[in-house]
């Protein structure tokens, strides 16, 4: 029973250029949810999607930034136009469908955008 | 807003000592989670213990046991026997128990060292 798997593991893109972070959830579980790190900092929260639906995105910055979890395949994290202050390990986290989820996710390893 | 504060960036245990890691919050809700979470090199996150805030007894997990202090808002991690397998990031979070799919809030983590 695989965990979140996270594709690519490191992604480097130059400035300007588009970057886009995949997340396959555990199997059974429909709740993804997207952290960024900053370097030497803690994880924080971007956006919360259930399949087809974007239900929390507060985290989220207002432009450039865009995720989608379709019915088939997995979660997209997209960063258009991507700038250096976009550097980041960006991690996925997903929960199965229940309302009291008294665990603390599963996390997959992560991925390491670096923009250059 | 709830916010969790870990205050100590760094720390260093011997082997085979006992190290405790400090944590503090804030919330105004009484129905909550807490976690510690341990980042190895690897970046994977890995969940260590969790705390239910209703329940009065500390929680344990072989070598790692928490000091929930409610009234305080205070949720240590205290690690025994120290191995060298325990150097790591940890990172204290939060998650609210209203509703179904709240986010995690971290603090900005403590690097652990363990020396031979």
């Known amino acids: 029973n695989a965990g979140v798997m996270q594709n690519p593991r490191h992604l480097v893109r130059r400035r300007g250029q588009e970057a886009r972070l995949r997340c396959s959830p555990m199997k059974g579980h429909s709740h993804v949810y997207w952290y960024r790190q900053l370097p030497e900092e803690g994880l924080k929260f971007m956006v919360y999607l259930q399949k087809e639906n974007i239900i929390d995105e507060s985290g989220m910055p207002k432009e450039r930034f865009s995720a989608e979890f379709p019915k088939e395949g997995p979660s997209i994290l997209r960063i258009q136009q991507v700038v250096r202050g976009d550097s980041a390990a960006y991690f996925c986290a997903s929960s199965p469908p229940t309302s009291r989820v008294p665990h603390g996710y599963t996390f997959g390893s992560g991925t390491r955008l670096t923009v250059v | ?116």
């Open chain 2, 1 to 116: 807003a709830q916010t969790v504060t870990q205050s100590q960036p760094e720390m260093s245990v011997q082997e085979a000592e006992t190290v405790t890691l400090s944590c503090t919050y804030d919330t105004s809700e009484s129905d909550y989670y807490l976690f510690w979470y341990k980042q190895p090199p690897s970046r994977q996150m890995i969940l260590v213990i969790r705390q239910e805030a209703y329940k009065q007894q500390n929680a344990t997990e072989n070598r790692f046991s928490v000091n929930f202090q409610k009234a305080a808002k205070s949720f240590s991690l205290k690690i025994s026997d120290s191995q060298l397998g325990d150097a790591a990031m940890y990172f204290c979070a939060y998650r609210s128990g209203n509703g179904g799919y709240n986010k995690l809030i971290f603090g900005a983590g403590t690097r652990l060292a363990v020396h031979p």
